[in-house]
């Protein structure tokens, strides 16, 4: 069974195409047939009543202009393409920066448990997750325990600290943290390190936390 680069069966689905049975596309004219055409025509005057030449010049510097005209457009799609690619492989500089996505907020419905994620630049001695409503309520308190610097996953179980279910709404993440050295500090989640870069259909995608989003979804980054 003969097989095309496709891993398709010829025998159903025919050979790869290849640009020498392409057909061309024939519904534009270009300065190369405006050209043979000026030549045909001056080919075929009547010899008793030859072509003007001011009408010659005219056509002639009407084809000068499709030539420049045609030639630009290709540079500024060229144009393009290059400072497309350069603005893709320039965000490569922001591996080990921290993006800030610009909210801190969840959105959790009620019964479920709520997964999400937060980085500690610095080792956590101990701490407390505050999960807050729109008001700046708190709704619920988790223990941090101890780790080491980096992103970390905590699931709210969707209870307040009464007990009982928290309704389905927006909440606000935010923690406070001792450090290894005494020092009190502060995260929210959406902030974390960037970590890698990923280029995919055109689409520039970062690593944060353990996701990657599109550059579009990042404020900032510092």
């Known amino acids: 069974m003969a097989i095309n680069a496709y891993g398709q069966n010829i025998a159903t689905n ?5 640009a020498s049975n392409e057909v061309a596309d024939k519904t534009a004219l270009g300065k190369d047939d405006f050209m043979k055409l000026l030549l045909v025509e001056l080919q075929h005057q009547d010899p008793t009543k030859p072509t003007d030449t001011e009408k010659i010049l005219t056509q002639t510097s009407q084809l000068a202009s499709l030539e420049a005209s045609d030639n630009t457009n290709t540079a500024l799609e060229e144009l393009s393409a290059s400072l497309s690619n350069s603005q893709q492989f320039s965000t490569i500089s922001a591996i080990g920066k921290t993006a800030d996505l610009g909210s801190d907020a969840i959105s959790h419905d009620k019964g479920k448990p709520t997964t999400f994620e937060i980085y500690f630049p610095k080792d956590v001695k ?4 505050e999960i807050t409503d729109a008001n700046g309520k708190t709704i619920k308190t988790l ?59 055109g689409d520039t995608l970062l690593k944060v936390g353990l996701n990657y989003v599109p550059l579009n979804n990042i404020k900032e980054v510092y």
Do not use: C, M
Not at 14 to 18: N, R, S
Not at 126 to 129: P, W
Not at 176 to 181: I, P, Q, V, W
């Open 14 to 18: 025919g050979a790869t195409p290849t």
């Open 143 to 201: 223990d941090v325990g101890t780790h080491k610097a980096g992103v970390y996953e905590f699931t709210w179980d969707g209870t307040n600290n009464g007990g009982t279910q928290a309704g389905s709404a927006v909440y606000h993440v935010n923690a406070t943290y001792t450090d290894s050295k005494g020092d009190k500090l502060k995260t929210k989640l959406g902030e974390y390190p960037i970590e890698a870069v990923r280029f995919d259909k």
């Open 126 to 129: 101990d701490g407390s997750v």
